[in-house]
């Protein structure tokens, strides 16, 4: 029963989904103080670091069985702000859960300013009580790192596997520095692509164009903010600020890319249930209404694991590598490279002075004079076939 003298307390069954989530915010540090934020509608942790990349993720209220935020009735918009290591918390929902044939309920609460952060885990033979120090060694500044709306210059949404995929090649191949390249196409054939930069030089990660992978592709001018086609949009990240995401693609399920004029790439991740918990046959097969504590039974108005994360740009790009970019992106046909030579002409569109058309290139001269042999002959008369010379071979 939940206490009706403390400021927040709520209880969930379903560890294995909160270390799934809480596990995607280690690599933006995993001994570094997370911010968790607590209102009516559910739990927010919150990292950034150097002012270059943040992530929110977002724990619904439906996620627990339940849940409870004392706060003040005049003040709709309340929440309590508290600061506690993320590792401390995995360890111990670890510790707690390592009996995988045991239902472990976790209760989670605060009393207030001063308290201690409290968790509970209780199964079939034990109880324990682990209290974590809560402080606020600074607030939680977005200056720089939200998106402005008014000045989005792409919007982008795919399926989560693919861009989990593309992260990891990017990875294995040692990437140092990384572009995005989007372009809308005018006839519906859009193009996404995540260009890499290494000491093997630049590759390209072209994803799918088919509407089941890449769903939407919308690019906006930055002056008129009204659509246009055919124009690309670019970006330039550190790719070791650029990987951090890979954690969370890991579990998604559909990824929304929206990039601003001001450099700032905003990606939304959604973590579907169905993607992430999958109890084992036992499980399922003992799940009942009677049985609340069984995780096939989580709330139908779940949304699932809600993940914001921004990015900022790398302040200097380098013109040649832009150039680069947009060279490596062209198809096939927009290349407009001179051929290599000029055919000889002949007929009466032939310059009646052959020597004012000479090339300094001594190989081209040699294949024009032959040229010019074959045609006419030494002295320019026509030489007919006799049948000393064999017309075929």
Not at 89 to 100: E, G, M, N, P, T
Not at 199 to 216: A, M, Q, T, Y
Not at 311 to 340: G, S
Request: negative net charge.
């Amino acid at each position: 029963m939940l206490d009706q003298n403390v400021l927040f307390s709520a209880s969930t069954v379903h560890l294995e989904h909160i270390t799934t989530a809480l596990n995607c915010l280690t690599p933006f540090g995993l001994r570094d103080d997370v911010l968790i934020i607590i209102d009516s509608d559910g739990l927010s942790f919150a990292r950034e670091n150097n002012r270059v990349i943040s992530i929110q993720l977002f724990l619904s209220k439906e996620l627990f069985i339940s849940y409870q935020y004392n706060a003040p009735e005049s003040d709709s918009d309340a929440h309590t702000k508290i600061s506690v290591k993320i590792n401390h918390i995995l360890d111990s929902i670890s510790v707690a859960s390592r009996d995988k044939d045991d239902v472990v309920e976790c209760t989670l609460s605060y009393v207030g300013e001063g308290s201690p952060f409290v968790l509970i885990f209780e199964d079939s033979a034990i109880t324990e009580k682990v209290e974590y120090s809560t402080y606020l060694t600074k607030e939680w500044d977005m200056t720089g790192l939200e998106l402005d709306r008014s000045l989005v210059d792409l919007e982008c949404m795919m399926k989560g596997d693919i861009f989990y995929s593309a992260l990891q090649d990017l990875k294995e191949i040692g990437c140092k520095e990384c572009y995005i390249y989007a372009r809308a196409g005018s006839s519906g054939k859009n193009i996404f692509a995540i260009i890499s930069k290494s000491h093997l030089g630049f590759s390209k990660i072209l994803l799918p164009s088919e509407r089941s992978i890449l769903e939407k592709l919308e690019t906006f001018d930055s002056d008129t903010h009204e659509k246009v086609h055919e124009k690309p949009v670019i970006g330039f990240f550190d790719f070791g600020s650029f990987d951090k995401m890979r954690a969370s693609a890991k579990i998604a399920s559909k990824v929304l890319i929206r990039k601003d004029a001001h450099g700032l790439m905003s990606v939304n991740i959604l973590s579907e249930t169905d993607d992430i918990l999958r109890g084992d046959s036992k499980t399922k097969s003992s799940a009942s209404p009677a049985n609340p504590h069984s995780s096939a039974y989580l709330s139908r108005e779940y949304p699932g694991i809600v993940i914001d994360i921004s990015i900022l740009e790398k302040a200097r790009v380098d013109y040649d590598d832009m150039e680069e970019v947009k060279l490596l992106m062209q198809n096939n046909d927009e290349l407009k490279a001179p051929p290599a030579y000029q055919p000889v002409s002949t007929g009466a569109s032939r310059d009646p002075n052959p020597a004012a058309q000479e090339s300094t290139s001594l190989l081209f001269n040699e294949r024009k004079r032959h040229a010019e042999e074959l045609d006419n002959g030494e002295d320019g008369e026509f030489i007919p076939a006799t049948n000393d010379i064999p017309l075929f071979f």
